[in-house]
């Protein structure tokens, strides 16, 4: 695959107001340890039915003589936030060192690391690169965060910059969504945040945002056809595939997640569950970056869904964005059909 979003523990020493899950938060005591007991548990079955490999064809490079360049794939590791102890003890550092051996002879992978970045230190960051870390990237560059607000992010990032350069690590060419990293020699690093043109955009109708109102888009804002949608999510083995993964192991065609999962890492292998739902008409909408198409043949016309992503914001105004509808075509049509299709492969796997 191109690419695997794996958000392995929901604990956060933040609770930021445009978080589209929440669940990342602070923990603490049983509750923290029940959180990070659920990823320490898991990420080894995860890991084992990951692909084989983490190499992929890149569509857009083709070769001389026919067929496309093939380049090596990442997986970006992220929370919550992946250096709170003791998640980055007991999760994040086996989970890389897993991540290394499954792969370095096997076509290798870019191990990237997605943190707000206020707590690296010297030591970490020698760990995490000691583990193989390709990239350090900085998501928590935006005025959500608190203390980041304007200008206030600029200290953070110089005592960073200060560390990164100290180590030989270079800034990285490309912003984030990650088209062209396939191109870098590591290790690299970036900053990036809840921007406009940057990952969340207008931020998704999820989470805290939702709940805050912060969500800026409209119906004319199509999340599955961006990075990080479900767009491509079936193609595995070819440019433009990444799936979401969570600490228990569930998987999603898009990091917003959808009203259900597609299955779990627990019990199956990635690509199995892939291979299954590929050819059904939903998830091929899904793939293809249009949702509006998801439920034309279970019943659902385009002029239904549409009508269904209407609905009111918490604050009680009226808000219309396509997340709405694809919520409500799962919640009333596709969990069954998707436990269904669970349920078969495991009988056949037996």
């Known amino acids: ?5 794996y958000s392995i523990s929901y604990a956060c020493h933040r609770k930021c107001k445009h978080c589209y899950d929440d669940r990342f938060r602070p923990y603490v005591r049983d509750a923290l340890e029940n959180v990070v007991l659920e990823g320490e548990q898991a990420h080894e079955k995860i890991i084992r039915n990951l692909p084989d490999t983490m190499t992929y064809l890149d569509l857009q490079s083709t070769i001389e003589g026919g067929g496309f360049e093939k380049k090596q794939g990442r997986i970006v590791l992220s929370g919550g936030e992946v250096l709170v102890d003791p998640v980055r003890t007991r999760i994040l550092y086996p989970v890389l060192e897993k991540l290394t051996a499954k792969y370095e002879n096997n076509g290798g992978i870019r191990i990237i690391v997605q943190t707000t970045g206020d707590l690296v230190t010297e030591e970490i960051l020698d760990d995490l690169l000691s583990r193989g870390v390709w990239m350090i990237s900085i998501s928590g560059m935006d005025d959500y965060h608190v203390g980041m607000q304007g200008d206030k992010k600029n200290d953070l990032i110089e005592k960073l910059e200060t560390m990164f350069h100290a180590r ?40 805290r945002a939702w709940e805050n109102g912060l969500s800026r888009a409209t119906i004319k804002d199509n999340f599955c056809n961006n990075w990080s949608g479900g767009k491509g999510f079936l193609n595995h083995g070819y440019s433009g595939s990444e799936v979401s993964i969570e600490p228990g192991g569930d998987i999603y065609p898009c990091c917003l997640k959808t009203k259900a999962p597609y299955g779990n890492l627990t019990e199956e292998k990635l690509t199995d569950i892939l291979d299954d739902l590929s050819g059904h008409p939903v998830f091929e909408a899904i793939n293809a970056g249009n949702p509006v198409r998801m439920g034309k043949s279970e019943g659902w016309s385009m002029e239904r869904f549409l009508e269904a992503s209407n609905t009111e914001t918490p604050q009680g105004k009226p808000y219309a964005n396509l997340c709405i509808g694809c919520d409500k075509f799962h919640a009333e049509i596709l969990k069954p059909i998707i436990e269904e299709r669970r349920k078969n492969r495991l009988a056949k796997n037996q």
């Open 1 to 5: 695959m191109e690419s695997l979003y």
């Open 168 to 207: 030989n690590m270079k800034p990285s060419g490309h912003a984030a969504p990650v088209k062209d990293w396939s191109e870098e020699e590591g290790p690299v690093y970036h900053f990036f945040g809840a921007e406009d043109d940057e990952w969340i955009g207008k931020l998704w109708p999820r989470g």
